[in-house]
C-alpha cells in the first residue's frame, strides 16, 4: 500500500467532478495539465516536424523526433496532455478517467515503463481478500450472487463458446493477433456483429451464461450488440492468449499508483528538454495542406505553422473536422465516415463501503454494464469503477441522480464522490477506446494506415497490435517517428548489400576503434558505431 499523492495540481477543463456538498463541477486537478500553455515566442519558419495532437501516439512521435535532433512543434486542442489517457488526483488519490490498465505483454508499453524505470510503480486494482467477496449477475431474473472462482467459471465458459469458431478456440482463425489478416478466413467472420455471434450459438448458452456475455462483450466494445463487430473481440480474445483470464489480465487489471499522467508526464518532460521542442496547447487545428515540399497547418486561431512533415494524430472519430487539402484519398474518406464505434461511459464511484473492495457486477441491460471494486482511496473509502454501454447511454453529467440510482442498482451503496470524462460527448476524442464495427476492420486498416504526402497518421485507432490500447499509440507514435526520422534524419541509408557485406570488414573497423588516439580519429569512430548499429538492426533473413 503506497502512500498518498500530491493533490495540489492545476486543473485541467477537462473531466467532471460531484460531491453532496459541492455538486457537479466540470474541471479536475491534473499531472497532464500543462502550464505555461506554451513555449513558442516566434514560431520557426518552417519545422522538421509538426505533431498535431499530445496523446501517447503524439508524445511518442514527438519525443523520438527530438530524440533525433529534429526541430519539433506539438499541437494540441486541450489544455493538457494524454489525450484518451490521463489521471486526476483527488485528495490524494489517482482517478484514472480514461485508458488505465497495462500489461506486460504489451510491448511498446513495457519498453517505456522500463525506460522510465515505473515497473515497481504498478498496482493490481482487484482485492479480493477481504469484505463481501463476490460477484453478482443482475438481470431482470434477478441478482445470482457468486464466488469469483464461480465468476471467471462462468464467464470463460460462455467466452469460450462465442469465440469456438474453428474448434480451435480462434486459433486457427486468427493465429498472429498482431496480423489478423494472416488468414483470409477471417474476412468472413469479420462479417459478424457481435448479435450475429451470438444468434449463431444462443442454443448452446445458458441463460445465465448468455447475460454475463452479453455484459463481458458490451465492456469491451462500448457499444451495441448489432454495431459491435466480432472480429475486434476475437482480437482482445488472441492477443489475451485465447483465454479468459488472459484477457482479464491484459485490460483491466495493472495500473499506476500515479495514474496514467504521471507515465504520460515522463514522455514530455523528457521532450520538453531539449531546446529542439516546441509546444502550443489549447491550439486546436482545422485545416491541414500539403504543399508538396511542406505542410502547412491552421489552427483554429487562424495562426499558421509549416513544417517537412506533419505526423496527425487525431482520432478516427474527429478526423472529418478536419479540412484536408488535397482531400484525403477515398478510401480513408469512406472509413472517417463510418468510424469506430465506442460510446462507453466510465464513471467512479468512491463510497463509504469498505466491504464492496471485492465485489463485481455485470448487469447487462442496464446503464452501468460491469462495476468492480478498483482500490482503497487515503480516507479509507472503497472506490468502484463502472462501465456503460452506448446500448444504453449515461450522461452523468446531465443527471446525477439516475447516474446514483445506475449505482445503486448494482448494490446498494453510499456514494460519496463521483468523478468521469464523458468520452461520447467529447469534442476532441468523439468515443472511447477504438473498436470497429463489422468489416471495418478487414475493408479499411490499411487505408487509415496509409500516408497522404507528407503527412503521417498515428494514433492506436489503427494500431496493429493492440489497437484501441495504449500500447497501440506507442506503436503508431513510434512508427511515425521512424518514418520521419528515415526520411529528415537518414535519407539515404547504406544499401542492405552494402551493410551485410560489412560484416567482413569488421576486423579493420576494429582498428579504427583502436586507433582513437590518431588524429581524425572520432569521425572514423562515429563512423563505425553509426555502421555497427546498421548491421545490428538487420532484420535476420527470411527463411526458405
Ligand atoms: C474510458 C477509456 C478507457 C480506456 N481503457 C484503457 C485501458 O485500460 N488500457 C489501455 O491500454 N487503453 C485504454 N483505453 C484506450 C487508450 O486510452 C487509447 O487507445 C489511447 O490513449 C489513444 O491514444 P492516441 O494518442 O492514439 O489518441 P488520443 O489519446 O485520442 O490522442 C489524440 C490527441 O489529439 C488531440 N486532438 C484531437 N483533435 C485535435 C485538433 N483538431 N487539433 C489539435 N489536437 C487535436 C486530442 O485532444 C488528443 O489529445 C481507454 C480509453 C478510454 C476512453
Sequence with gaps: MRGPLPSDLPKSRDGYHWTPHDGVSQGLPTLAAIRPE?????????????????????????????????????LEARDRIGGRTWSSNINGYAFELGGTWVHWTQPHTFREVYHYNMKDE???????????????????DGVKTMSHLAEDKLLESAVKKFVDIDGNLGRTVMPFPHTPAYNPDVAKWDKLSMADRI??????????????????????????????????????????????????????????HCGQSGFAKRFFDEAAGSKKFSYIFNCPITAIKDNGKTVQVTAQSGRQFTASRLVCTIPLNVLSTIAFD???????QE????????????????????????????????????????????AGNTHIVAFGADLNPLHPEDDIETTKGAFNHLAPMDVQRLVFHNWARDEYSQGAWCMFAP??????????????????????????????????????????????????????????????GSKLMFPSIILYEHSLLAPGYSRSYLCYMKLRSKVQLQAPDPKP
Design 38 to 74: 506554451t513555449n513558442v515566442n516566434s514560431p520557426r519558419q518552417v519545422y522538421d516536424v509538426i505533431v498535431v495532437g499530445a496523446g501517447y501516439a503524439g508524445l511518442t512521435a514527438a519525443r523520438n523526433a527530438v530524440r533525433e535532433g529534429l526541430n519539433v512543434l506539438l
Design 122 to 140: 504498478l498496482e493490481i486494482s482487484q482485492n479480493y481478500t477481504t469484505g463481501v467477496n463476490h460477484f453478482q449477475l443482475i438481470t431482470s
Design 199 to 256: 444468434e449463431q450459438i444462443k442454443d448452446d448458452l445458458t441463460p445465465a451464461e448468455k447475460a454475463a456475455l452479453e455484459g463481458f462483450v458490451l465492456l469491451c466494445s462500448g457499444g451495441t450488440p448489432e454495431n459491435t463487430g466480432f472480429y475486434d473481440i476475437l482480437r482482445w480474445w488472441a492477443l489475451g492468449f485465447y483465454t479468459y483470464q488472459g484477457v482479464i489480465d491484459t485490460c483491466v487489471t495493472f495500473k499506476f
Design 326 to 332: 488535397p482531400p484525403l484519398p477515398k478510401a480513408k
Design 335 to 378: 472509413a472517417v465516415k463510418i468510424g469506430q464505434i465506442n460510446l462507453c461511459s466510465k464513471v467512479h464511484a468512491e463510497i463509504r463501503d469498505r466491504d464492496l473492495r471485492s465485489w463485481s457486477a455485470i448487469a447487462p441491460y442496464d446503464k452501468l454494464v460491469y462495476a468492480f471494486g478498483d482500490g482503497t482511496t487515503p
Design 439 to 500: 468489416s471495418v476492420g478487414t475493408t479499411f486498416l490499411d487505408a487509415l494506415r496509409a500516408r497522404h504526402g507528407n503527412i503521417l497518421f498515428a494514433n492506436s485507432d489503427w494500431a496493429t497490435g493492440w489497437r484501441g490500447f495504449i500500447d497501440g499509440a506507442i506503436e503508431e507514435g513510434a512508427r511515425a517517428a521512424q518514418m520521419v526520422q528515415q526520411e529528415l534524419v537518414d535519407p539515404h541509408p547504406t544499401p542492405r548489400t552494402q551493410i551485410v
